[in-house]
């Protein structure tokens, strides 16, 4: 059972518009979501993340929103540029486990 | 940031071999993870260790041992390599909950 789901494997975007991508879980338990970006051959590197007691936590060019009626969170770019073109897993855990459930992957490619 | 680094980044091991990847991290953060990446499966968590000596399965340990003999290492072993242990193999460094892991830069395992 995919306790972290996101449902796009892949995402288009133009230069320099938004990029939005989308991640649902199913466990309520969950209190802390981060997202990860990753390059070909390359570990993930960490992007940003939020606590449940929050709803939006801002950085940068990247916003996560976390929806918890919904179960649903999603990453938010602006602009996009060419070198955000990565695979981008959203990831979950509960404060109680040390473990970090991973969704399936969006590729996201930003065109020129 | 702690700094992961995983001992080969490209693997060739034949069918039947025992097979021992490697993850060592600067710091003395206790708990480190081992994770496959397949396409379309995202990152699938095979082993996780809180502490020296201490290891619990994660959600796809079949075929898998672990070994944490020191704090900062925590070996990945395939008692008998199979083809469909072909995958990408990532380590992982966690501090304390609700904080970001960190990544080594991913084993690429072929088994032939």
């Known amino acids: 059972d995919q306790q972290v789901k996101q449902n796009s494997p892949s995402l288009s975007v133009q230069e320099g518009r938004i990029s939005i991508l989308n991640c649902d879980y199913t466990?309520?338990?969950?209190?802390?979501f981060l997202w990860y970006k990753k390059y070909p051959a390359e570990g993930p590197t960490f992007l940003i993340s939020?606590?449940?007691?929050?709803d939006k936590n801002e950085d940068g060019r990247f916003t996560v929103f976390l929806n918890k009626s919904a179960k649903h969170l999603s990453l938010h770019i602006v602009p996009s540029q060419p070198g955000d073109s990565a695979v981008y897993f959203c990831?979950?855990?509960?404060?109680?486990?040390?473990?970090?459930?991973f969704g399936t992957g969006t590729r996201l490619k930003v065109l020129a | 940031d702690v700094k992961v680094t995983q001992s080969s980044r490209y693997l060739v091991k034949r069918t039947g071999e025992k097979v021992f990847l490697e993850c060592v991290q600067d710091?003395?953060?206790?708990?480190m993870f081992w994770y496959r990446q397949d396409p379309g499966l995202g990152l699938r968590l095979i082993y996780f260790?809180?502490?020296?000596?201490?290891?619990e399965k994660g959600d796809i340990p079949e075929g898998y041992s672990v070994s944490r003999e020191k704090k900062e290492r925590f070996s990945l072993i395939l008692e008998s390599a199979s083809t469909n242990q072909t995958s990408m193999y990532l380590c992982?460094?966690?501090?304390?909950?609700?904080?970001?892991?960190?990544f080594g830069q991913g084993t690429r395992l072929t088994v032939v």
């Open positions: 990831a979950a855990s509960d404060s109680g486990t040390y473990k970090y459930i």
């Open positions: 466990n309520s338990m969950f209190d802390y």
């Open positions: 939020i606590s449940s007691i929050k």
């Open positions: 710091m003395d953060h206790e708990n």
């Open positions: 260790s809180y502490d020296v000596k201490m290891k």
């Open positions: 992982a460094v966690l501090a304390t909950v609700n904080t970001e892991a960190f």
